[in-house]
């Protein structure tokens, strides 16, 4: 049972808007990360933070932010909506360091119209 | 561009067999890797994971083979069973903070 949890499971937005993902770690994991699921490809990484702090960042444009909590929970934000954000946004948590898995939550579907 | 990849998008067993899974990786940095399952409408599960100061690791029916000179990895299934069908992921990293993953290999165990 990995704990992460995430919300919503799904959101339909229009293009242009804004939209905000949650995320609650398992507990005892100081360590959040998002990964962006298309159709038909593997997780590509977005960002990763650790102690409220962006700690590593993908191939992502500045539109993509996110925010860490005290209590390790996390959000994702995405701003001007395009039609290819469309996918499965995957929150991640973990231990920082090496030599560790991360243990994903069942993700949210978003589709931009 | 795509550092880990699995070439195979999907594979078919019978219920007993071995199923073999592969991937292969371009960044020789990477010391890290990790097969995770996933069933449709749910996140990754962590599977199995190797150290790349190993060359083997097992799991019960899970193995994951390393052979760090031809960058390639492997996981074997034995025996396999229905349940086991599902789109497995391979996962590398180098820093502990990212992953980099392949697109997938569906894995049908038919009964």
């Known amino acids: 049972e990995t704990g992460v949890t995430q919300s919503p499971t799904h959101l339909i937005k229009t293009r242009g808007q804004q939209v905000t993902l949650r995320c609650s770690s398992q507990?005892?994991?100081?360590?959040v990360s998002w990964y962006q699921q298309a159709l038909g490809q593997g997780p590509q990484f977005i960002f990763q933070?650790?102690?409220?702090?962006?700690?590593g960042r993908g191939n992502f444009p500045p539109r993509f932010s996110g925010l860490q909590f005290p209590n390790y929970s996390s959000e994702l934000n995405v701003n001007a909506l395009e039609l290819d954000d469309s996918a499965l946004y995957l929150c991640?948590?973990?231990?920082?360091?090496?030599?560790?898995?991360?243990?994903f939550g069942q993700g949210t579907r978003l589709t931009v119209v | 561009d795509q550092q880990v990849k699995q070439n195979s998008p999907s594979l078919s067993v019978q219920e007993g067999r071995i199923s073999i899974l592969n991937c292969d990786y371009t960044?020789?940095?990477?010391?890290?890797f990790l097969w995770y399952k996933k069933y449709p409408a749910e996140g990754p599960t962590f599977l199995i994971s190797i150290s790349s100061i190993k060359d083997k690791n097992e799991d019960g029916r899970f193995t994951v083979f390393l052979n760090k000179s031809a960058k390639h990895l492997s996981l074997h299934i034995v025996p396999s069973q229905p349940g086991d069908s599902a789109v497995y992921f391979c996962?590398?990293?180098?820093?502990?903070?990212?992953?980099?993953f392949g697109t997938g290999t569906s894995l049908t165990v038919i009964p």
């Open positions: 960044n020789s940095m990477f010391d890290y």
């Open positions: 996962a590398a990293t180098n820093t502990g903070n990212q992953f980099y």
């Open positions: 933070y650790y102690r409220e702090e962006e700690n």
């Open positions: 991640a948590s973990s231990l920082v360091g090496q030599d560790t898995e991360a243990f």
């Open positions: 507990s005892g994991h100081n360590t």
